[in-house]
């Protein structure tokens, strides 16, 4: 699944009238709604799994965390892992996301089960998943 499938709204299918005419908002600005279900492939182009949530930081109004589901754990149940907003890359071309950790690294990434999440304002929980993605403090 991806963007544009999600899209109800018909934002990213260029049908729109006037002078922004097959412009519409993405992708520099997209709908939360429809980038969840995304796929999301490493570097290798190696599909490592899909965006379950997006977390917004509602001080700053923010997108600070996507919620990911990584494929290698997809027969073990549903393991979810947080992942910063910014260590991930959307690919127009291909109508996913990137990001840049190899696939057995997701092995030992720092995850939760859906009934068990963490406290994502805490700061040294953050501080953790920023290190481990490589990832800058916003």
């Known amino acids: 699944m991806n963007y544009t499938d999600n899209d109800t709204f018909g934002m990213y299918n260029g049908n729109s009238a006037g002078p922004n005419a097959k412009k ?7 709908g939360a709604h429809t980038l969840v279900g995304n796929q999301v492939y490493n570097l290798e182009a190696q599909h490592v799994g899909e965006i379950k949530e997006i977390m917004l930081d509602m001080r700053s109004g923010r997108v600070s965390y996507a919620v990911l589901a990584f494929e290698a754990f997809f027969s073990m149940g549903e393991k979810l892992f947080a992942v910063p907003w910014n260590a991930l890359e959307l690919d127009t071309e291909n109508k996913r996301f ?3 950790v190899e696939k057995d690294r997701l092995k030992s990434a720092p995850g939760f089960d859906k009934t068990h999440w963490p406290n994502m304002a805490d700061q040294a ?8 993605y490589g990832s800058p403090e916003f």
């Open 24 to 30: 519409g908002p993405g992708p520099e600005l997209m």
């Open 98 to 100: 990137s990001l840049n």
């Open 125 to 132: 929980w953050q501080r953790e998943i920023r290190t481990y």
